[in-house]
């Protein structure tokens, strides 16, 4: 097996359970529908009224910030917990 493809298996699936998507990776999909999300609001539609408008960029900024938490926190315990792993020499082999 070529070294590429053992550091992208590496990455890619969990070390805790290989036949699964590595928390790394899903929580750099969470950073991007997040990035996603702000720039979609760059360029938001306004709505009729003024107030309804304020409403949902509210609660659009709240699920952001909290997306943006949850995929952060998830990355970097996905990739700690990774590298604990292959360290300590419990990683399963591919």
Same mark, same amino acid.
């Given at each position: 097996?070529?070294?590429i493809?053992?550091?992208?298996?590496?990455?890619?699936?969990?070390?805790?359970d290989p036949?699964?998507? &590595? +928390?790394t990776?899903?929580g750099v999909?969470g950073?991007?529908?997040?990035v996603l999300i702000i720039?979609?609001? %760059? @360029?938001?539609?306004?709505?009729?009224?003024?107030d309804?408008?304020?409403?949902?960029?509210g609660?659009?900024q709240t699920i952001? &910030? +909290?997306?943006g938490v949850?995929?952060?926190?998830?990355?970097v315990?996905?990739?700690?917990r990774?590298?604990? %792993? @292959?360290?300590?020499g419990q990683?399963p082999?591919?």
């Open positions: 097996m070529s070294n493809k053992k550091v992208f298996q590496w990455i890619v699936y969990s070390s805790a036949s699964k998507i &590595a +928390l990776v899903k999909g950073s991007v529908i997040t720039l979609a609001g %760059i @360029t938001h539609v306004q709505l009729q009224s003024a309804l408008t304020a409403i949902l960029d609660i659009v952001t &910030a +909290l997306l949850v995929s952060a926190f998830a990355t315990y996905g990739a700690v990774k590298v604990w %792993i @292959t360290v300590s990683h082999q591919f």
